[in-house]
């Protein structure tokens, strides 16, 4: 059992005990697993309850990025969980590449078509995802693909805030605890514009190139050939005083984009969603 190292509220440790014994009862699961702090929360509970009748499964496409790949076999690995990785085909999907306002409803619709399939293949019965009750009262198109499939919430069914995960992640010694929120590389474009294989990659390496200079919370929103760069607001300061503007346009310009801006409002998670 990973231990408790660090205080938390009493109805924190209610939620993790309830938690902890609804996994177990379920004797056996597959772990929707993204790498982001929510479903590594669950992931994490369910191997300490279910050892190897628990098995964490990511699908891999185009739209999640190579470093959040990384990242999440790093922790999987660390939890000791087994993990698979499934390659997914949303992209083929003009219900997906078309960006129609539900986009998300089809990637979790292709996603869990292959989490459903492999979980009778492999013996398991259930499925299990990352969403917490925060997210409910988000537009989420894809909680919708995942409730038709049969996937269950245990972080939504007993109303874990995105705080309580951090503070129970943290307290039971999690080292991503603190990792920011990163959707897929597909959010960065407004509802509409086209996705393309080519186009996410341009995302990828802009997000990469500023998370060198040392911001790890970032967006590149993308329109036609323009991008605008999105940072927490409190370090858009220190941005602007450090970053070398040339060498910054100079590979923008490289990897495809003719325009770059800042944008001043700073970072907002789910902006495009306005």
Not at 88 to 106: G, H, I, Q, V
Not at 126 to 150: C, H, M, S, T, W
Request: charged fraction near 30%; proline fraction near 3%; include cysteine.
């Amino acid at each position: 059992m990973f231990n408790q190292l660090e205080f938390i509220s009493e109805k924190q440790i209610l939620k993790l005990n309830k938690l902890r014994e609804f996994l177990s009862n379920l004797k056996r699961a597959c772990i929707a697993y993204s790498g982001g702090v929510d479903s590594t929360l669950v992931a994490t509970i369910s191997y300490e309850q279910l050892g190897n009748n628990a098995i964490a499964i990511t699908g891999v496409s185009p739209a999640l990025s190579t470093q959040l790949l990384k990242e999440a076999r790093a922790q999987a690995k660390w939890i000791g969980i087994k993990h698979l990785e499934i390659k997914t085909f949303e992209l083929d999907d003009t219900s997906y590449s078309k960006n129609p306002k539900d986009r998300c409803f089809a990637c979790k619709k292709e996603l869990h078509k292959h989490t459903t399939f492999l979980s009778k293949k492999l013996n398991y019965e259930n499925v299990i995802d990352g969403v917490n009750f925060d997210d409910l009262g988000d537009y989420r198109p894809g909680i919708k693909a995942a409730q038709e499939a049969g996937v269950i919430s245990p972080l939504a069914i007993f109303e874990f805030s995105k705080k309580d995960i951090r503070d129970i992640s943290k307290s039971i010694g999690l080292p991503w605890w603190d990792k920011p929120a990163q959707p897929c590389l597909s959010s960065r474009f407004p509802y509409g514009y086209e996705i393309k294989d080519y186009r996410l990659k341009m995302i990828e390496r802009a997000e990469e190139y500023i998370r060198k200079i040392g911001i790890k919370d970032v967006r590149v929103r993308c329109q036609g050939t323009s991008a605008r760069i999105e940072i927490p607001y409190e370090q858009i300061q220190t941005f602007i005083k450090t970053y070398k503007r040339k060498e910054l346009l100079k590979f923008f310009f490289e990897i495809g984009f003719k325009s770059v801006s800042l944008d001043l409002e700073g970072l907002i998670s789910g902006k495009l969603n306005r």
